[in-house]
C-alpha cells in the first residue's frame, strides 16, 4: 500500500510513513523519512482487546496523536487485527519507550501482587502519563472491586510506579460506550463525560485529559489517584446495573445503553 510517487501533502506524506511502518515485514525507512512520524505526541495502546482497540480506533480517526499498540506477540496481534495496515504494532517495550502517554486496557488484577506484576510488565515508564482503563474485579458471578482493601486498583499501580504519571479513565462504562463516545450508544445529544483521576501537575494532566478528550470523550478532572476508588466504584455500579444478576443487585438491570453523566454548572481549570 505503499506508493512511490511522492505525497502531494505532507499530511500525506506522514499518513503514508505511518502505513509504511506498520507492516511488519517492511523495510527500515531512511532516517529522512523516520523523522517525519515523531512529529506528534505518541499515545501506545496496551491491550488489543475490544476496549483497547476502540480507543486506538478513535484517536486514530481524530489523528491528534501517533498511535502505536503494544502487544506480547506483535506478528500474532498482526495477525488478529488483519491486513488493516492503519496499526503500527509492537513489542510492549518498543511501544512504551516510543510513547508519551499510554492507555492501560488489560484485564484488571483485583490483588496487590498482580497489580504490581501488571506494573512491573510495562518496563521503564519514567516520565510517561499512564492512563489505567482496567478495573480490579473478582471473578464472575461477584465481579465485586477491591472492598477488602484501604487502596483502589488504580493507586496500587501509582505506586508501583512511583516516577510515572497515572490516571484512572476509561473505566466507567462499557465498551460500545469506549467505541461510540458521541453519545449515540446511550442516546445523548452530546459527547459523553469521562471521569478522571491523577497527578495534579500541569503538563501530564494535560496530556491525559487530552488523550480522552480525542478518544472522543468529554474529560472532567475530579481529582489525585486517590479518587480512583471511587471510579472503580462507579465501574462496579455500571457493571452491575447493565446485568442485573450479578453481585448482589439481582432484579434491577438497565441494560447497556446508559452512562453516569455530569450534569449542571462546574469550575474546572
Given at each position: 500500500r505503499v506508493r512511490d510517487e511522492?505525497?502531494?501533502t505532507s499530511r500525506e506524506h506522514h499518513r503514508l510513513?505511518?502505513?509504511f511502518v506498520a507492516h511488519p515485514t517492511a523495510p527500515a525507512l531512511p532516517s529522512?523519512?523516520?523523522s517525519i512520524i515523531m512529529t506528534k505526541s505518541v499515545v501506545a495502546i496496551v491491550g488489543a482487546g475490544q476496549v483497547g482497540m476502540a480507543i486506538a480506533g478513535n484517536l486514530v480517526k481524530d489523528a491528534t496523536y501517533d498511535v502505536v499498540i503494544?502487544?506480547?506477540d506483535p506478528a500474532k496481534t498482526a495477525e488478529k487485527l488483519g491486513a488493516d495496515a492503519t496499526w503500527t504494532i509492537r513489542t510492549i517495550p518498543e511501544a512504551i519507550a516510543a510513547a508519551d502517554a499510554i492507555v492501560l486496557a488489560v484485564p484488571g488484577a483485583v490483588d496487590d501482587a498482580g497489580i504490581q506484576a501488571t506494573a512491573a510488565s510495562l518496563g521503564a515508564c519514567a516520565g510517561k502519563v499512564i492512563l489505567d482503563a482496567t478495573n480490579p474485579v473478582t471473578p464472575?458471578?461477584?465481579l465485586a472491586i477491591r472492598w477488602g482493601e484501604t487502596t483502589s486498583g488504580g493507586e496500587v499501580l501509582a505506586a508501583a510506579l512511583p516516577a510515572a504519571h497515572v490516571y484512572k479513565a476509561f473505566n466507567t462504562v462499557g465498551v460500545e460506550h469506549i467505541a461510540a463516545p458521541d453519545g449515540s450508544a446511550s442516546g445523548a445529544a452530546a459527547r459523553e463525560d469521562?471521569?478522571?483521576?491523577g497527578d495534579a501537575a500541569e503538563a501530564p494532566k494535560a496530556l491525559a485529559l487530552g488523550v480522552v478528550q480525542s478518544a472522543g470523550f468529554q474529560p472532567h478532572y475530579v481529582g489525585p489517584i486517590r479518587y480512583a476508588r471511587n471510579l472503580?466504584?462507579?465501574a462496579e455500579l455500571w457493571i452491575h446495573l447493565s446485568t442485573g444478576v450479578i453481585g448482589e443487585n439481582t432484579s434491577i438491570e438497565w441494560g447497556r445503553a446508559f452512562n453516569f453523566a455530569v450534569?449542571?454548572?462546574i469550575k474546572e481549570d
Open positions: 511522492e505525497p502531494k510513513c505511518q502505513i529522512s523519512r523516520r503494544g502487544a506480547r464472575f458471578p461477584a469521562m471521569l478522571v483521576a472503580e466504584a462507579i450534569s449542571g454548572t
